[in-house]
């Protein structure tokens, strides 16, 4: 390891150091060093694990343990890939090019692309130019089986039954299989059945699915004995990052490979794993010395990232799993800011403060927005943090939204492009053949389909022969033309033509930049604009691939992850949810949505919570910050078009209150006064919290709203002594702008809640904990009560239907 280090130039040592420092600890020395037999590397968060992986592969090669070929490593994002690929070429040089590394999917479709005349089902087998299909492609054909069988889509949703099968994938259980361990409720016959169409309308459109990606290889290696042993003798040292996210699948291909010589290093962090929903299996890593007895285990448990109060606060959570192996993260780096907890009244409060923050971050601790990350638990939340970021010039990106490859346009000029190296791909023909409209209706289309189904072929062998299916002459030239087209494109790919000439005649020849159709003149050019930058990201491609095809090309799109949209380079707030942030870090990051059924989620009817994985999810979005760390939460919140009172998340009693400073911003409920409806805001200056209340004391505004001084020790005022430190007012609601939709007789404190309406006596006996029915819900418990008068609430849990906020004047909610 010493002479690798020595090797080094100044320019390397940079490029390779980070900052998790120039020399290599005791540990991670050890996990570079120790390569024979298997290995677990188990790598808290920020520990400097990419380090160790790619010194342990620059290691290999310049101990001339392996050739470049004979090395695996396999990761879960091509930015991941990527990064370990240029810190291996900065620590030797591009021997590490040849090195076999990339995501599962990548490596495990290179190598059935390879073997792709093996995979058989009945007449058909695959080819080396099969179609990738993404989810959406997936669900489309599975909405045409479910046609085929004369099932209503929206009776059995597509998206339903593709996870189901995506689930019975990975967990390596075929469609008889299946069929034999499945009910025998209409919904599940349904999935059988169309997981057994599915299965053989995949290989008979040259096509599979990301879940195929890892399955074929063990059918491949299972019934190609031969094939098995060429791999295993090829990949002599086999590297896993990120280990416990691995899916059953996964942990079996990867164990077939490792079979000869065993040489399996693993790294992972059993505390971040987050992806069961996707089906990864936590006991992977858990009882990898079960499976490998004779496995070193090495923990890497200093934490170059995080300052001591963050590490601190990660640490009070997660040690209340009971899963989880064990290990204490530690940290030479400073002790740090104390962590914020902004307590909100509701998502909009909750994002102008957040955004105000972020301006405060910026100006006083010199933080630039592309180091900042907004977190949250689901996708929905972000919109109302980028309507109040639009309304601060918070200059943003959305990571997981809507791509420029998600774009109808984008995908229509895709599906073209698929049929040109799978024209059996019967996703992407059915989706264009009539796009430009030709004339080929949905008439002419179902009795083609009819077609290729009777006959036991892909539509587009049915498309060659239209005699005796009542075809309009119409639609039967325009269906040859469309023919003819894709026909004249793969001769010209064929004879060299390059990719982006031929996509360039593709969109002219086939009338779809003509046709192209937008609300506005400015859609249409927008939509214009997007097929010439398709065109330009075509010829990028070209130019700085080794050896550019339209079938790789496709490939890479097929397998470009959500993680790899994010660009830390872009002068931009980044937004993600807390999945989509796995690996990645900054120096600012801000938690929101901190509330019970949210985060943590709520679990689907049926299920029991996870708690554990949900609490993993906290670790991790805790360990991405680096300096500053929010939290945030609101009292309640907009779902399904009402208003419903939220509980603050169990995770922040978890939480070590001694690196916790709480910024309240709790509203006052005020009753009408006589000068008009009271409005104003409250805020704590000098450890005084003060509260300005409109119609009272106050000078009288247009309308009948006038604007009180704030005051001191005064019970209608608001007021009440604190111990919070200067500078503690929420500066966003001061009396120049006005809170977003705010309500008469609505005020802000940061304190408490003031009731003035008498309660009904009716409402007496329905307090917390009491056991209610309701005529819809059926049997359920109140969880809270919030004393509002006559408009008074209670939140109440019910087992079916999980938390639901009712007033109790129209709840009709009878006490048991």
């Known amino acids: 390891m010493d002479a690798l280090l020595q090797k080094l130039n100044d320019q390397q040592r940079q490029a390779v150091t980070h900052t998790e420092g120039p020399v290599l600890i005791v540990e991670q020395r050890q996990a570079v060093t120790h390569t024979e037999g298997p290995v677990l590397i188990v790598a808290g968060a920020g ?18 343990r392996a ?68 989810t959406n492609a997936s669900e489309s054909q599975i909405k045409l089986i479910l046609e085929e069988l004369k099932r209503d889509p929206k009776q059995f949703p597509p998206r339903m039954i593709r996870n189901a099968i995506s689930s019975a994938k990975n967990q390596l259980i075929g469609p008889a299989e299946y069929r034999l361990r499945s009910g025998d409720t209409t919904f599940q016959r349904v999935i059988s059945d169309v997981y057994e169409r599915y299965a053989v309308e995949l290989i008979k459109m040259n096509s599979m699915d990301f879940d ?85 285990e090495i923990p890497l448990e200093v934490n170059y990232r995080s300052t001591k109060r963050i590490l ?55 933080i630039k927005f592309n ?16 309507e109040a970021f639009r309304g601060r010039d918070i200059p943003h990106q959305v990571v997981g939204g809507l791509s420029f490859y998600d774009r109808k346009e984008i995908k229509d000029a895709l599906a073209y492009m698929t049929l040109l190296v799978n024209p059996r791909n019967n996703v992407a023909l059915h989706r264009v053949i009539n796009v430009p409209s030709r004339g080929i209706g949905k008439k002419t289309l179902n009795e083609l389909l009819a077609k290729a189904s009777s006959k036991n072929m892909p539509l587009w062998t049915a498309l060659a022969d239209t005699e005796g299916l009542g075809i309009r002459p119409q639609a039967v030239s325009a269906i040859r033309e469309f023919r003819d087209l894709i026909v004249e494109l793969q001769g010209d790919l064929a004879g060299g033509v390059s990719i982006s000439k031929v996509f360039a005649k593709l969109m002219q020849r086939s009338g779809y930049l003509n046709a192209m159709k937008g609300e506005h003149d400015f859609d249409l050019q927008a939509r214009r604009d997007n097929i010439q930058e398709l065109q330009n990201a075509i010829s990028y491609y070209e130019t700085y691939s080794k050896n550019p095809t339209l079938q790789s090309y496709l490939q890479e799109l097929s397998l470009f992850s959500d993680t790899d949209k994010y660009d ?98 709790a509203t006052i409920r005020q009753k009408q006064g006589s000068f008009g409806h009271g409005s104003g805001f409250g805020g704590r200056v000098d450890g005084i919290s003060g509260g300005l209340r409109g119609g009272m004391n106050g000078h009288a505004g247009s309308g009948g709203y006038g604007m009180g001084s704030a005051g001191m020790g005064s019970a209608g005022m608001g007021s009440s002594l604190g111990d919070s430190e200067p500078g503690d007012i929420d500066n966003d609601h001061d009396w120049r702008s006005p809170l977003p939709n705010r309500r008469p007789g609505i005020s802000r404190s940061p304190s408490r809640r003031i009731e003035y309406d008498h309660e009904p006596e009716e409402f007496a006996p329905y307090v917390v904990g009491a056991e209610v029915m309701h005529t819809k819900f059926g049997k359920g418990k109140i969880i809270q009560r919030e004393n509002l008068g006559w408009e008074t609430k209670v939140v109440v849990f019910f087992r079916t239907h999980g938390n639901k906020t009712m007033r109790l004047r129209a709840a009709k909610l009878q006490v048991l």
């Open 568 to 665: 830390e380079n872009k002068p931009a707030v980044t937004l993600m949810t807390i999945h989509a942030s796995k690996g990645l870090e900054f120096s600012a990051v801000w938690i929101v949505g901190m509330e019970e059924n949210l985060f943590p989620i709520a679990p689907r009817e049926g299920e029991e919570p996870n708690l554990e994985e949900e609490r993993r999810l906290m670790y991790v979005a805790i360990t991405r910050a680096k300096e500053r760390l929010f939290f945030s939460h609101c009292k309640q919140r907009r779902k399904f078009g009402e208003e419903q009172v939220q509980l603050r998340s169990r995770f922040l009693d978890e939480v070590d209150a001694g690196v916790v400073r709480t910024e309240s911003g």
């Open 212 to 296: 195929d990606l890892l399955v074929k290889p063990i059918d491949l290696f299972r019934d190609h004995p031969e094939v098995l042993e060429k791999y295993q003798q090829k990949f002599k040292y086999i590297l896993i990052d990120e280990y416990q996210d691995t899916n059953h699948a996964q942990y079996v291909v990867t164990k077939q490979l490792a079979g000869a010589h065993k040489n399996l290093c693993v790294v992972g962090d059993d505390a971040q794993s987050i992806y069961s929903f996707r089906g990864a299996d936590i006991s992977n890593i858990l009882d990898f010395k079960k499976d490998y007895p004779e496995a070193m």
């Open 371 to 386: 180091e900042m990350a907004v977190l949250f638990r689901t996708n929905y939340q972000s919109r109302v943090l980028e």
């Open 67 to 134: 050739r470049p070929d004979q090395i695996l490593a396999l990761t879960f994002t091509n930015k991941a890939a990527a990064e370990m690929r240029e810190r291996i070429s900065a620590l030797i040089d591009d021997t590490a090019s040849t090195v076999w590394m990339g995501t599962f999917h990548s490596v495990f479709s290179k190598i059935l692309r390879g073997e792709a005349d093996k995979i058989r089902l009945g007449e058909y087998s695959l080819s080396s130019g099969y179609s990738i299909l993404d």
């Open 312 to 366: 601190q606060c990660a640490d009070s959570v997660i040690k209340r799993n009971d899963a989880r192996l064990e290990k204490t993260l530690r940290t030479n780096n400073a002790e740090g800011e104390p962590i914020i907890l902004l307590e909100n009244f509701d998502e909009r409060d909750e994002a102008n403060r957040v955004a105000q923050h972020i301006r405060d971050v910026q100006y006083r601790d010199g």
């Open 47 to 64: 520990s400097g694990k990419t380090r160790v992986l790619t010194h342990r592969i620059a290691y290999l090669l310049q101990m001339e």
